[in-house]
């Protein structure tokens, strides 16, 4: 089989057993890799009342079909598994260079199983894979366990670790590679950590097969000389996603004080300006990329210097611009902070912003923070804080469970306030003048993040205040993700560099020797959109429209102040907005993916799941529509 | 920090500025000195907001300009010969 390294890893961490098996074509043909994949192991093999933190979880990692190859970017590695956060299938991809690592050590695909008995590490050197004692690294930042690994091991092992969040059960931890490079988004580290695996170390020295490497070599080196001048590529290097803080705050759509606001008057403090030009050491790459959009950074901290990778514009937006710091320096430590601990900066920054928020009404208190402060873009606060929340102590046991599950247990209408959906905090755009933005997160697989869909320009090309005719646009851009999200490779070439789909789709067969179309992609990327709302649905009850409905703030809170003040969406609105998008899926008015549909796709199995639990979606009127999303139409000039 | 040069009275007359964008910018661009510049013959003294709506460059697709090597807004006010990157949104984290 070319394009994969043809074996995968099921590991037994109760008994130690390690198991080397076949890749079967037919299962990488259909599901091709990192979300694909995990998103069908995970519904087919955990069951439904697992516990996310229980033994009966899963841990996968896979890599995608284009990881390890010439193909630009191709450095994507997923990490799923049950999440704690929202109580189903999550993924979280993290570049680096572990993917092509564990491909080029020869496996596509590795699946934790039950819980070890003491901490351990997976160690990988080729065809040697073994469990090895991790006693001497638990308690260890992130950070901290990569730097010692590498030194005992060699410079040349990849090494994901988690930190103390992820090892003490805080729902948004991280696993982290590559000294600042996160799989964030979800809790992924705290199931890493609930099975008592720190790191995983991956030598690999070997290759996998290509099926036309003349073709695919001639056609990557077209798009290198392409891409080289491209008008985007120097302001990337030189600024990385920080880039867009000015802008995202000119748009109003800069998450400010919790998301009370969408325009943050001090953002000249720490946009991309400011990090080149007080922090920014040198920039870093991932596998395959001529990019370097990463800036490893040194943050001046009352400790002395510290060094991270980033921060990105997400963490800007959601430790910068929604707690209020006012030093790129602030906003670089809190960055490294989060990272050592292992924790997500966005859930991390969404969680100590909405906790600022509660000691300003007076719902958290001095009494409850051992006569601490939590005051906005208080660097010092934050510190104390975010370590309660790692160490679960005091109410960062409380403030560990994520906005949602600290507000069903602070109550005082805190809910309203904490800023997520499902159950994972948003990403760093606020959207009450954002319509599809919103929508994206709203109907998002595994919460509020926004490479689930990245839908803010079309409000800029179709009007802020618009919101019909928005729906179908959304679903074509969740369409389109899973694409980069399965093949498993960097986005950014597509949005930045003009790389489009269809060259990755001639990238795929020259690797493979398919003769896969874009269309077929799509209709992949549906498949496991529909799987993974499925999966939500069995392990959370329906109607799936309960679980679509954004925090109040969005539709009772108007924008405080900014260009968008005064901005708010009703939930008529918002209602109106699900209706068009469920339309636009072939689900029923309940949110409920239908029989017409799911047979359509191929997914008899989940039909008979789906009825088991009286979630499949009553049949639809005019039947399904036979195109499920549709491209933005450009405005005529 | 933004750095605007703001241009004199006496120096009003018409300037070549070079504009360049890729993505769906670069077709609204229409360009036609390489694929992704267009030279433009504009009144000096215009700030760069109002050069693009007088070509009918839709501002909100662009997150900002690049200018000499640093991130300018819209209301930077270009000079003569200069070389103005057109940068459209997109997301990252």
Redesign the interface.
Same mark, same amino acid.
């Not at chain 1, 030189?238 to 996603?241: L, Q, V």
């Not at chain 1, 949005?495 to 003009?498: A, I, M, T, W």
């Given at each position: 089989m070319y394009g994969f390294a043809g074996q995968m890893l099921r590991i037994n961490l109760k008994t130690g057993n390690i198991s080397k098996q076949i890749l079967s074509e037919s299962f990488a043909k259909e599901w091709l890799g990192a979300r694909g994949m995990v998103a069908k192991i995970l519904y087919d093999e955990v069951p439904r009342d697992a516990d996310p933190m229980g033994p009966k979880n899963k841990l996968v990692i896979a890599p995608g079909v284009l990881t390890g190859t010439f193909v630009g970017a191709g450095s994507k590695c997923g990490f799923g598994a049950i999440s704690p956060a929202t109580n189903s299938h999550a993924d979280s991809s993290v570049g680096g260079h572990i993917g092509p690592e564990l491909k080029f050590a020869g496996y596509d695909l590795i699946i934790f199983d039950d819980i070890s008995p003491e901490p351990v590490f997976l160690f990988i050197e080729d065809d040697k894979v073994e469990l090895r004692s991790a006693k001497h690294l638990w308690g260890k930042g992130s950070i901290d366990t990569e730097k010692q690994l590498k030194e005992e091991l060699g410079e040349d092992f990849e090494i994901a670790t988690i930190g103390p969040a992820g090892e003490n059960g805080v729902v948004f931890a991280c696993i982290t590679h590559d000294f600042g490079r996160n799989a964030g988004r979800c809790g992924v580290g705290a199931v890493m950590g609930s099975k008592k695996i720190k790191a995983i170390a991956i030598k690999g020295t070997k290759s996998f097969p290509i099926y036309d490497l003349k073709s695919l070599t001639k056609q990557t080196e077209a798009i290198i000389q392409r891409t080289k001048? $491209?008008?985007?590529m120097? =302001?990337w290097q030189?600024? #990385?996603?920080a @880039?867009?803080v000015?802008?995202s705050n000119?748009?109003a759509s800069f998450p400010t004080r919790n998301f009370q606001s969408s325009y943050y008057d001090q953002w000249?403090t720490i946009d991309?300006?400011r990090l080149v030009e007080e922090c920014r050491v040198i920039d870093k790459a991932c596998f395959g990329c001529w990019m370097n959009?990463g800036k490893y950074s040194r943050a001046k901290t009352r400790h002395g210097d510290v060094y991270i990778e980033g921060p +990105?514009?997400?963490?800007i937006?959601l430790i910068g611009g929604s707690c209020a710091m006012t030093s790129i320096h602030d906003v670089t430590f809190a960055n490294y902070l989060c990272d050592n601990l292992g924790m997500d900066t +966005?859930s991390g920054g969404s969680v100590v912003a909405f906790a600022m928020e509660c000691y300003e009404k007076g719902i958290i208190t001095k009494d409850d923070l051992d006569g601490h402060e939590l005051r906005w873009g208080n660097i010092d606060d934050f510190e104390f804080i975010i370590n309660k929340i790692a160490y679960q102590q005091g109410i960062g046991k409380v403030l560990a469970k994520g906005t949602k599950g600290a507000a069903e247990i602070l109550g005082k209408d805190s809910i309203k306030f904490a800023m997520q959906q499902k159950g994972l905090e948003s990403? #760093?755009y606020e959207s009450r003048w954002a319509p599809s933005m919103l929508l994206s997160f709203m109907t998002s697989d595994i919460g509020a993040h $926004?490479?689930r869909s990245?839908s803010?320009?079309v409000d @800029?090309?179709l009007g802020r205040d618009e919101i019909k005719g928005k729906a179908p646009v959304v679903v074509y851009l969740q369409h389109i993700r899973p694409i980069y999200d399965t093949l498993s490779i960097c986005r @950014?070439f597509w949005?930045? @560099?003009?790389v489009m789909p269809e060259e990755y789709v001639e990238s795929l067969n020259y690797v493979t020797g398919w003769h896969t179309t874009e269309d077929e992609l799509l209709k992949t990327s549906e498949k496991i959109w529909n799987l993974t709302r499925a999966h939500f649905l069995k392990r959370n009850g329906g109607p799936g429209r309960i679980h679509d409905i954004p925090p109040a703030r969005y539709y009772e809170e108007p924008i405080l102040d900014g260009p968008a003040k005064g901005k708010v969406l009703s939930l008529e609105k918002i209602n109106a907005m699900l209706d068009e998008y469920y339309e636009a899926r072939g689900w029923d008015k309940n949110g409920n993916p239908t029989e017409e549909l799911l047979l359509d796709l191929g997914m008899k199995a989940v039909v008979d799941d789906l009825k088991e639990i009286n979630l499949l979606g009553k049949p639809l009127p005019d039947g399904i529509p036979k195109v499920r999303g549709q491209k933005l139409k =450009?405005?005529a000039? | 920090m933004i750095c605007n040069s703001v241009l004199t009275a006496k120096n009003k007359g018409t300037m070549t500025v070079y504009l360049k964008s890729g993505g769906k910018l670069r077709e609204k661009l229409k360009p036609d000195v390489d694929q992704y510049t267009r030279k433009i013959e504009v009144e000096e003294g215009l700030s760069l907001r109002e050069i693009l709506n007088q070509f009918e460059i839709p501002v909100e697709l662009i997150a900002f300009a690049f200018v000499d090597g640093r991130l300018e807004r819209l209301d930077y006010f270009p000079e003569d010969g200069q070389v103005i990157t057109l940068q459209p949104p997109v997301s990252g984290g």
């Open positions: 001048p $491209h008008p985007n120097a =302001p030189k600024y #990385g996603t @880039l867009f000015g802008w000119d748009q000249q991309g300006e959009c +990105e514009y997400e963490t937006a +966005e990403s #760093g $926004h490479n990245w803010i320009t @800029l090309e @950014l949005g930045e @560099l003009d =450009p405005k000039m | -």
